[in-house]
Nanobody, 127 residues
Framework: QLQLVESGGGLVQPGGSLRLSCAASGFTLDYYAIGWFRQAPGKEREGVSC????????NYADSVKGRFTISRDNAKNTVYLQMNSLKPEDTGVYYC????????????????????WGQGTQVTVSS
């Protein structure tokens, strides 16, 4: 069974940090770019970041540039999202997704381009 599983979410105070993990089972992530999306209550799911198959190309939403860092460890079949200087507006359910087609332009922002999705992990930033 092909599956992506996110972990690492939780409750954190503003200014704090979290590291999310996205682990794959049933397939290898080597052949996929991996994106992170988030969905706040009452809002659409939006792209946060994406990393290419090799890890050599990364993309970030303007709202998280300089605060979030995406990385991958293909040996562990896992992708990470390090989130620093968290703000209340970062609150939401965070999803990872696997993209098989070439990572070009802004395709990483398109939810429909992704082949597999995880179930999400809740991140709450609040004092």
């Amino acid at each position: 069974q092909l599956q992506l599983v996110e972990s690492g979410g939780g409750l954190v105070q503003p200014g704090g940090s979290l590291r999310l993990s996205c682990a794959a089972s049933g397939f290898t992530l080597d052949y996929y770019a991996i994106g992170w999306f988030r969905q706040a209550p009452g809002k659409e799911r939006e792209g946060v970041s994406c990393i290419s198959k090799s890890g050599g190309n990364t993309n970030y939403a303007d709202s998280v540039k300089g605060r979030f860092t995406i990385s991958r460890d293909n040996a562990k079949n896992t992708v990470y999202l390090q989130m620093n200087s968290l703000k209340p507006e970062d609150t939401g359910v965070y999803y990872c997704a696997a993209l098989k087609i070439p990572l070009v332009g802004s395709i990483w922002r398109l939810r429909g381009a992704y082949d597999y999705w995880g179930q999400g992990t809740q991140v709450t930033v609040s004092s």
